[in-house]
């Protein structure tokens, strides 16, 4: 019985870690060139569907913050491709 209540209680554990979150950046995270290609990738993917890619320069890190936070659900992005995405963009914004 102890068993079971205990893969209940690691179960829920693992649906609520897993469940859908909100997409929240908030600054930047990763710098490797590994996860700065793979955010470009995204980007260039997964952003030019409603409308023509955005010039990373149209925005200021602070500005990239909030228009990824309304883009990134509308792209379907995880959190981790939210954040890799906005590390990308911030990178080559060059402000
Ligand atoms: C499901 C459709 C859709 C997808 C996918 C999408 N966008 Fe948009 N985007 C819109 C619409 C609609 C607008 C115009 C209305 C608005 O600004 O909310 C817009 C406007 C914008 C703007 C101009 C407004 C501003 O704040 O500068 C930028 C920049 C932008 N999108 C970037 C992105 C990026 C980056 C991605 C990929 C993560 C993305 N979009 C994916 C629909 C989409």
Same mark, same amino acid.
């Given at each position: 019985m102890k068993k079971v209540v205990?893969?209940?209680v690691l179960g829920s554990v693992f649906l609520v870690s897993c469940g859908p979150k909100s997409?929240? #950046?908030?600054?930047?995270k990763y710098t490797s060139?590994?996860? @700065?290609?793979?955010?470009? $990738? &995204?980007?260039?993917?997964?952003?030019?569907r409603c409308h023509k890619l955005p010039d990373p320069a149209k925005h200021d890190n602070q500005g990239w913050i909030? $228009? @990824?936070?309304?883009?990134?659900?509308?792209?379907? @992005?995880? $959190?981790?491709?939210?954040?890799? #995405?906005?590390?990308?963009l911030i990178? &080559?914004?060059?402000?």
């Open positions: 205990f893969s209940f997409t929240a #950046v908030t600054g930047p060139s590994e996860q @700065l290609a793979q955010g470009k $990738t &995204v980007f260039e993917n997964s952003c030019n909030k $228009t @990824l936070s309304r883009m990134a659900p509308k792209a379907k @992005l995880n $959190t981790d491709q939210h954040q890799m #995405v906005y590390d990308y990178s &080559v914004n060059k402000k």
